[in-house]
Every structure is written in structure tokens, then in C-alpha cells.
């Protein structure tokens, strides 16, 4: 029977889960083993529901009514081959390194990544995305996180990033964009900034956000929005590299007041997100001129 019930956290079965507050360790483990970390109930949820398979689960004992039905869905539990691990609550901590307050974690087998063309042709049932976000180097893995929730929240298609940009599926990510990552088609480009002059020969006007003397507002990019609209997010700090910029084919800026020159990233995505939705990026049944009210 697949539920092992743990005393301790010395048990090779859980290598999975071990050490997950060094994040240069699972920076570099998950990807490599091909797995990644779902945080609470409701992410695990998602993650099936966007068709991704669990390796085990680990979870307070008091949770597994609750999630008995997730269970039974993925093949774990007692007549399941996915092994469910229940522990102590002090065990959990031990194991994770944090105190595990959502339910419980489930290893996940990783998909393999999508053709960036591929991926944007299937967008809106095969008609083909019309507004994408790129990341450039975004290294925070909160700001990754919650573009993605903006992303899905504001009608975005798809978001692409850079080959050093932050996991979209490390555990921090995924939890703080409430598990829209598994809702967001994504995926990494393998050329930076060659993947720019990709999305300009599939037809995407390339939206550079930065500061420079060139740049037009936002206001005047939204006033004329392109037929199909990829909008490029740097780094934290420095933000966009210079080859990003010249290979753009217009530089955006938000316009500010109170002597202030930028935003965080994740807050410029959602401004950028926010400002360049049409009518078909709406949510169904909001009123035609307004969407529901945000949440925080």
C-alpha cells in the first residue's frame, strides 16, 4: 500500500523533498531530475488539472480526507501505485525546512518544453497568440511567480523567457502565482536575443519596456495596439540588456509622477498587461466596460 506513514525524516524515499530552502540546490536539481515542487492543495490541483503527473505526495495525516478525491485521481493512495507520504507535522518541518501549512507538497514529473513556435500557433484554440510577455533574466522567483498570475488574469497568451530567466516551476514561483503557471502556456527560449527576431518574423511587434530618450508611453502603444504584441521585461535592477532593446522594435515607458523612473518588475507587468488588453482579453460575462475587480 502506496500511503507510508513516517517517524522521521531520515527515509532515502524522500530525496525529492529534502533541503528545499537552498534554492541554488534546486535551481539545479529539479530541471536535472526532471522534476518539480507543488506547494497546497489548490496548486496540486491545478498542476493535474493542466494534465501533470505526480511522483508521490507528502502531507499531515490530518489532511488526507480533505484531499482523498486528488488522491484517487492521480492514482495514489491505498489502491494507487503514486506513493502518498504522511508524517508528523514536526517531521514535515524537518524534512522541508519550513512549516507546511497548505496541505501538503507533491513531486511532480516535469513536461517536457514546447517549440516556442509551436506553442504560439496553438494559442486561442489554434488561431495563434496575439499578446505574449517575454522575461529577460528575471532572477527572482516572486516577480516570476506573480507575472504569471497578472499574465493570466489580464488575457495574456503566453510568456516566453530567457534562458537564464528564473524557473517558472520552482516551488516559489508556482505558489505565489497561485498556480496560474500550469493555466499560462510558457516556455524557454533557447536564443537570447536571437528568440526577439523569431517572434518579428511570426508577426509580434517587439515592445522593449525601458527608459531611454526614444521611447514612446505606454498610453501611445495602447492607442494604436499592434495586431499581435510581445511585450520584453528585464531583470531586476538593471532591466533590459542592450541587444534586447536593439532588437526591439519600439521602447515603451510608463509614465510616472512623484519622481519616480521605474516600478518593480511584476508591477510593470501588470500596468503594461493591463493597459494593452482589447475587448477579446476580457473574461467572459464582464461587463463590456470594465473587468471584475482585482484581487490581491
Not at 524534512?95 to 496553438?122: C, K, S, V
Not at 536564443?191 to 523569431?198: E, K, T
Not at 530618450?213 to 521585461?233: G, I, S, Y
Not at 512623484?258 to 473574461?283: E, H, I, K, Q, Y
Request: charged share 20%; aromatic share 4%.
Amino acid at each position: 500500500m502506496p500511503i507510508h506513514h513516517l517517524t522521521t525524516a531520515d527515509d532515502d524515499r524522500l530525496a525529492d523533498y529534502t533541503r528545499l530552502t537552498d534554492v541554488a540546490l534546486r535551481a539545479k536539481h529539479e530541471p536535472a531530475k526532471g522534476l518539480y515542487i507543488a506547494e497546497s492543495s489548490t496548486v496540486i490541483r491545478r498542476a493535474v488539472a493542466a494534465g501533470h503527473r505526480p511522483r508521490s505526495l507528502l502531507m499531515a495525516e490530518r489532511w488526507l480526507p480533505d484531499l482523498a478525491d486528488l488522491l484517487d485521481q492521480v492514482g495514489a493512495g491505498p489502491d494507487g501505485d503514486v506513493p502518498v507520504f504522511v508524517a508528523p507535522e514536526p517531521v514535515l518541518e524537518e524534512i522541508t525546512g519550513f512549516h507546511l501549512h497548505r496541505g501538503a507538497l507533491a513531486a511532480m514529473h516535469r513536461p517536457p518544453l514546447p517549440d516556442a513556435h509551436a506553442l504560439l500557433a496553438a494559442a486561442r484554440g489554434g488561431a495563434g497568440a496575439r499578446r505574449v510577455a517575454v522575461l529577460e533574466d528575471v532572477v527572482d522567483h516572486t516577480n516570476v511567480g506573480a507575472i504569471f498570475r497578472s499574465a493570466a488574469a489580464l488575457g495574456v497568451d503566453a510568456v516566453l523567457v530567457s534562458p537564464r530567466c528564473a524557473d517558472p516551476l520552482y516551488r516559489r514561483s508556482v505558489r505565489v502565482s497561485m498556480g496560474t503557471v500550469f493555466q499560462v502556456p510558457w516556455t524557454r527560449l533557447t536564443s537570447w536575443p536571437g528568440g526577439l527576431a523569431d517572434l518579428r518574423d511570426d508577426g509580434f511587434t517587439v515592445a522593449a519596456l525601458a527608459l531611454a530618450d526614444d521611447a514612446v508611453t505606454l498610453d501611445d502603444l495602447a492607442a494604436q495596439p499592434p495586431a499581435r504584441l510581445a511585450l520584453v521585461l528585464g531583470t531586476e535592477g538593471d532591466g533590459l540588456s542592450r541587444g534586447a532593446v536593439a532588437a526591439a522594435d519600439v521602447v515603451v515607458r510608463i509614465p510616472m509622477a512623484g519622481a519616480v523612473d521605474s516600478l518593480n518588475v511584476a508591477a510593470a507587468s501588470a500596468v503594461a498587461f493591463w493597459a494593452t488588453r482589447t475587448a477579446a482579453d476580457r473574461p467572459v460575462g464582464s461587463p463590456a466596460g470594465g473587468d471584475r475587480t482585482a484581487t490581491v
